[in-house]
């Protein structure tokens, strides 16, 4: 790749505090069952963020730390939490406090979901309050609501995650004009997430301009995980080189 | 990129006597008027054809190859030709006998184009009879109509360009379900064509299973040609991996 466009892909989409975000692929790992598949994940993806939780509620088993950092560079990852397990306000406060008070993390990826494992914009907005004033940088959750992203974008949240699709589901981006607007319009980095199912969907998002995309199930659910996550990180690179080149503009619905 | 993924992307996916195709992004350079900006396109692009021409009917200018000659190193690309300026099979026929009998050319993009500059695929089996009789590899350009795609590789075509929506439109793959399946049954290589206006395009037609996708104008239109080539080359590799990652499938229509 040339200069020009390494400078491009490699320039940081956001900063907090010390660290600096360049990789515009992030991935979920706490779905794996192998510490050793979760190594090799993180390094295909080329991704620099670590995420972790815990299960306030023991709802779910997850792989341990101790086992992780056998196969993990952990050092050389930024890590950041998630209350993914949350199904109240209240349980991801839990898992945040968890998280601040026994790993030091105080950036939060920050999930209230429903039953039926959509965003909660309405208790979201309530706990990213919280998390807020007690100095956490967060980064929620949300389905694409115009109105709720200004609102959250406005009490200073580092970041928006925008739901292209329900989780685990592999549908891609459901409404691309939507987020698009979104987007344009939110002056703090966006991930999209929620059913990217695979490669053209991540590339797709990141062409309607989001700074960065957020994968899990696509990589679990594909016959060869490593393949796919190697495959997420070159449509990355090529959808936001597409996003700066400034694409073409189709020529309207096909008669 | 790891040994495995580059075997993947780099590994022949067509072989006509001793030329080995192997980058999987194939680049129309007919619309461009200046050659250095040809000769960056190509080597951004990491595309390994050289495409031309002659316009029998004169009705358009085209660079001349003593001036690409200053800008691209020529003998290091898979000369092909292309009759896409033609409008008759009678011209796409004057078109191959030229460019065979002034360049030594073999290997032939059949192109014959109605007046709405779509494929006409009658015109183009009864072309493609003639030039495989001549001896000419041919890769015709067709609507994607299952019939007529098996009437062509039975004629023992090299490969089958599949149209994925008009020429110049922009508008990606209208019928991504019915592509698919022509591609799944082609026992030749397929390249999937027209319409792929941005990078998100180029990695959805490798997704479904084609062997390498051609872009022209998508890159002309672009505010920034050289970003959208490279954009492309990474899609197309995105692409790849993610098929042969053996993606998971979507959960159905979003309800």
Redesign the interface.
């Known amino acids: ?2 200069i ?2 390494r400078e ?1 892909v490699d320039s940081p989409w956001l900063e907090l505090g010390d660290h600096c975000f360049r990789s515009r692929l992030i991935v979920g790992i706490e779905q794996y069952t192998s510490a050793s598949l979760v190594g090799d994940i993180l390094q ?1 993806s080329g991704t620099e963020v670590f995420i972790t939780t815990v299960d306030p509620d023991r709802h779910r088993s997850s792989l341990l730390l101790s086992d992780l950092a056998d196969y993990v560079p952990l050092d050389r990852y930024i890590w950041i939490g998630t209350t993914s397990f949350a199904r109240s306000a209240r349980s991801a406060l839990r898992t945040a406090w968890i998280l601040r008070d026994n790993y030091g993390i105080r950036i939060m990826k920050l999930d209230v979901r429903d039953e039926s494992n959509r965003p909660d914009n309405w208790q979201t907005i309530e706990c990213a309050r919280e998390l807020l004033a007690e100095g956490f940088e967060i980064m929620p959750f949300i389905l694409p609501v115009p109105e709720d992203a200004r609102v959250l974008e406005e009490m200073g949240c580092a970041a928006l995650r925008l739901m292209a ?2 989780v ?5 981006i ?1 409404d691309p004009c939507g987020l698009q607007e979104i987007i344009a319009r939110c002056r703090v980095p966006t991930i999209v997430e929620g ?1 990217l ?4 969907h ?3 998002a990141m ?1 309607l301009g989001a700074s960065a995309v957020l994968v899990n ?2 990589l679990v ?8 996550a ?6 990355v ?6 996003y ?8 309207g ?2 008669d």
């Open positions: 790749m040339a020009l466009e491009l295909a699709s329900p685990a589901s592999g549908r891609g459901v059913g199912g695979s490669a053209v991540a590339a797709h062409e199930t696509a659910k594909a016959r060869e995980p490593l393949l796919m190697a495959a997420m990180r070159q449509a690179d090529a959808g936001r080189l597409a700066e080149s400034g694409p073409m503009r189709a020529d619905p096909v």
